[in-house]
């Protein structure tokens, strides 16, 4: 499966913005989907993720309450809507798939999309 994020840029703290994330292949539907960032001079960590059925969803603490992650999978999309953006939210942002764990809590990719790049400004 090849992935493609889409929707970063730059937001006022405070503010919201929805990332996109396409997906090619017939079996999206049956993956697990997430995404990561990468902070400047950080390690890549886990933001959330959401169930093949889009029924379950699975966040990092740091996000909970202000990120939703949702899926189409009539479309091949998946999403991320941040809300209340930080600061410390500044991040290349990465789709990612797990296509053998099959659990959110589990979530461990093994197909990864290029970054977008969120700024959020103080």
């Known amino acids: 499966v090849q992935l493609q994020a889409s929707g970063g840029g730059l937001v006022q703290a405070g503010g919201s913005l929805r990332l996109s994330c396409a997906a090619s292949?017939?079996?999206?539907?049956?993956?697990?989907m997430g995404w990561f960032r990468q902070a400047p001079g950080k390690e890549r960590e886990f933001v959330g993720a959401?169930?093949?059925?889009?029924?379950?969803?699975y966040y990092a603490d740091s996000v909970k309450g202000r990120f939703t992650i949702s899926r189409d999978n009539a479309k091949n999309m998946v999403y991320l809507q941040m809300n209340s953006l930080k600061p410390e939210d500044t991040a290349v942002y990465y789709c990612?798939?797990?296509?053998?764990?099959?659990?959110?809590?589990?979530?461990?990719?093994?197909?990864w999309g290029k970054g977008t790049l969120v700024t959020v400004s103080s």
């Open positions: 990612a798939a797990d296509s053998l764990i099959g659990t959110v809590a589990g979530f461990t990719p093994d197909y």
């Open positions: 292949g017939r079996t999206f539907s049956s993956y697990v």
């Open positions: 959401i169930s093949w059925s889009g029924g379950s969803t």
